[in-house]
């Protein structure tokens, strides 16, 4: 069964939807099948992958709005094992549309079932809001991850994302499903600079247990792949970049053998 992890911070440009692309894609090179939801109507993850915007038919639109099913908008990507629901700008209009929409927030969870079985993980690309889009997304996952860029204003925004998780935790429960932070994770670290250090401290402290130990540096090649229509991985897989996607991958994957573990340590198996 697919585990769903949202890439979630409602601050833009702190390095979402490159995590987005290059965890799905270093996942993918981990033999996983995976899924990239891109719920970003700039559709950066899409573009990012190769996909030119007026090549696009369905979107993410069209799931959310219409009773298009999941299985008709999805594409493959030129990426090994890794597929996508692209997006397209129209999905701008989303919130007006589902505004009065009864259980508008559980749209995406109930869309995404059918193909739940047929993927690893599922990966949300979400925008830069606290909107009705980015409540779908955390309905819709198991777990999420928040990246934060190593710079001073990382902390309000780290803080209104938690206060949103928590929130959405409370309202989950009534339909007894769970979300839990998969881990913070530091990126674009300037590593000339002091200061994105004592935020890697900052952070560290307050999520010891949920700060990934996987740092991302700043990088020219992860600027550069997606004017590629590449991944990282593909584009220069040897880079630091593409070394550190790959770290982040194998802690997401040895974080649900460890709860796999632990699960069958309670049921006794
Ligand atoms: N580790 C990094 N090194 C260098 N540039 C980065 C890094 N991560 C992201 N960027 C750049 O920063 C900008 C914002 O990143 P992006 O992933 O689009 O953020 P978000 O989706 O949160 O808005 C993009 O131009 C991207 O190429
Ligand atoms: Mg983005």
Known sequence: MGKVIAI?????GVGKTTTAINLSSALAYESKKVLLIDLDEQANAT?????ARDSVNRSTYDLLATDTPIEHIILSTLEKNLDIVPSSINLSKIENILFNLE???????????????QYDYIILDCPPSLGIIIDNALFAS???????????FAFDALTQMVNKINAIQTCKKKYNLSLVIEGVLLTKLDNRNIFGYKIIDRVREMFPNKTFKTIINRSSHLQEAPMHGKSVLRFAYHSRGA???RELAQEIINNEKNSH???NLKSGA
């Open 8 to 12: 979630a911070n409602q601050k833009g």
């Open 103 to 117: 259980n508008n927030e559980l749209i995406l969870y109930n869309k995404i079932q059918t193909v739940k079985q």
């Open 47 to 51: 573009i990012g992958l190769g996909i």
């Open 243 to 245: 070394k550190e996607y």
């Open 142 to 152: 198991d777990s999420v991850v928040i990246p934060v860029e190593c710079e001073y």
């Open 261 to 263: 573990q632990k699960l």
